[in-house]
């Protein structure tokens, strides 16, 4: 791979794991041209649609608030906060952007573990890569290389990681932000051991926090430790040999089970990126298939709201377990809640940024319908499936099955709606016309010899002084 270098000795600790040695040698060995076209342009789609809910993010209340603290603390300007246009330290940076990426709960996931790689990545790359003068080949490299050493850090220790209450777009994104800052940073591999080892002390976030505002500080938080920990690695700052496997490390306090074959397993042939979807709702994403199933009552049974009687979901067990607030009080909180989720599906037929308002979660006639609809845990049914059966007033019935969710990699979001849903986010920030313009300078990523367009592009219009 790469120009031919592979691990030696020397390199590594002869305690750290095999397994970790081989992730970390196979991360510092690949160069975006080792990376498949189509492994480049998956990426670049991650990439503008993080931008998107970025920016979709910046003026909520939880960003305006980091935000704040930001500006009171100050920083050296080293990187831009999108949007806002502040220049402040990598961290400070990372910090913002990663907690407005994610506070929409818009951002793609990792299906099969339910990580949201890209916030957390982006947030300390695009920091890190702006301050050093990074190429957009750069940063592309560090986000695919990032990825698929997050995800597989996430599935060596999902489901029971996730089951005992961590919520690993904080635990396992803080290693993907790590791994894309070092590299951003040409750490050499023992550097990029230490600097993985710095992440996964720092990782952290419970699932308690769904439904609040704190739910985002898990990625902004991973986006600015992960930073940390490599710009601390290339100071000679050290971390313990074996940091993710090693008999009090990552994986046995924070998984009853680990399976770290998944860390190398495939390296290189099977790539993790094409195990990301991206969202078309802004919810929690084991919610999609249910509304996906209600959407399809509306338009394609015909089915009204004034028609329902009731309505049963049959949904993956996660969907009880993750989204089963049944009376939410806030916008956020109704992203955690599928019954809200499926009445606004079918009263609004949609499931955007602005369905997940306080106003509207308390709406009376969503309070109503919300109430007709009865979620139901079926182990049989996978978690992008669904089934939804309306009842009806007049006594019949309709019965709808999704087989795979909208946005989902086996039913994929295609590149005319991605682009709907960037500028559909974008354009109420930067203007129709800026928007476009940071949608084709995202489309020639590769092409960017800094990112200082991209950037740039990024950043709100000020309004003309009089």
């Given at each position: 791979?790469?120009d ?9 600790d ?8 081989d992730?970390?040698?196979?991360a ?16 670049k ?25 930001l ?11 999108l ?11 990372a910090l913002?952007n990663?907690i ?6 818009f ?29 957009g080949r750069d ?5 695919v290389v990032a ?5 597989r850090v ?7 990681h ?5 919520h ?10 790590a791994?894309a ?26 699932r ?20 940390l920990?490599?710009?601390l690695?290339a100071r000679?700052?050290t ?42 709702y802004?919810?929690?994403v084991?919610a ?21 009687a ?5 949904v ?14 806030t916008g956020?909180?109704?992203?955690f809640?599928?019954?809200f989720?499926?009445?606004i599906?079918?009263?609004?037929g949609?499931?955007g ?14 309070v109503?319908?919300?109430d007709?609809?009865h ?26 099955e999704?087989?795979a969710?909208?946005g989902t ?14 500028l559909?986010l974008?354009a ?8 476009d ?26 309004p003309?002084?009089a």
């Amino acid at each position: 791979m790469g120009d031919g270098r592979s691990a030696r000795a020397g390199w590594f600790d002869d305690r750290t794991a095999d397994e970790t040695r081989d992730l970390v040698d196979w991360a510092w060995t690949t160069s975006f041209d080792d990376l498949p076209g189509e492994v480049v342009a998956a990426s670049k789609r991650l990439i503008l649609d993080h931008f998107g809910v970025a920016l979709g993010g910046i003026d909520h209340e939880a960003s305006l608030a980091a935000l704040g603290v930001l500006r009171e603390l100050g920083g050296t300007a080293q990187s831009t906060v999108l949007g806002h246009g502040d220049r402040t330290s990598v961290t400070n940076a990372a910090l913002v952007n990663g907690i407005s990426s994610h506070v929409l709960d818009f951002d793609d996931t990792h299906i099969a573990t339910i990580l949201h790689p890209t916030g957390p990545i982006m947030a300390a790359a695009l920091a890190v890569g702006e301050w050093r003068g990074r190429s957009g080949r750069d940063l592309l490299r560090a986000h695919v290389v990032a990825l698929e050493v997050a995800t597989r850090v996430s599935r060596a220790i999902f489901p029971e990681h996730y089951d005992a209450g961590w919520h690993n777009s904080g635990t396992s994104g803080t290693i993907g932000a790590a791994t894309a800052a070092a590299l951003l940073c040409e750490l050499a591999p023992g550097q990029l051991v230490h600097a993985l080892g710095m992440a996964a002390t720092q990782a952290a976030g419970h699932r308690e926090q769904f439904g609040s505002m704190s739910k985002s500080l898990h990625v902004g938080k991973a986006g600015a430790n992960g930073a940390l920990a490599a710009l601390l690695a290339a100071r000679g700052f050290t971390a313990a040999p074996d940091s993710l496997q090693g008999r009090r490390g990552m994986f046995s306090i924070m998984s009853t089970g680990s399976r770290p074959a998944t860390l190398r397993g495939g390296l290189g042939s099977e790539w993790e990126i094409f195990a990301v979807g991206i969202k078309p709702y802004s919810c929690g994403v084991v919610a999609h298939p249910p509304i996906d199933a209600v959407r399809q009552l509306r338009t394609e049974r015909g089915v009204a709201p004034q028609d329902v009687a009731s309505i049963e979901l049959r949904v993956n067990p996660q969907v009880i377990e993750l989204t089963g607030k049944q009376e939410p009080r806030t916008g956020l909180e109704g992203k955690f809640s599928v019954a809200f989720c499926a009445a606004i599906a079918m009263l609004d037929g949609a499931a955007g940024p602005r369905q997940f308002s306080d106003d509207v979660v308390t709406r009376p006639d969503v309070v109503a319908l919300r109430d007709r609809i009865h979620p139901e845990a079926d182990p049989g049914v996978g978690n992008s499936q669904a089934v939804a059966v309306a009842r009806l007033v007049n006594g019949s019935e309709e019965r709808v099955e999704v087989t795979a969710a909208s946005g989902t990699p086996e039913n994929p979001m295609s590149t005319e709606d991605l682009h709907a849903k960037f500028l559909d986010l974008a354009a109420p920030v930067l203007g129709e016309r800026q928007a476009d313009a940071l949608l084709a300078t995202a489309e020639r990523l590769e092409e960017l010899e800094s990112l200082d367009e991209l950037v740039a592009a990024s950043v709100r219009p000020q309004p003309a002084r009089a």
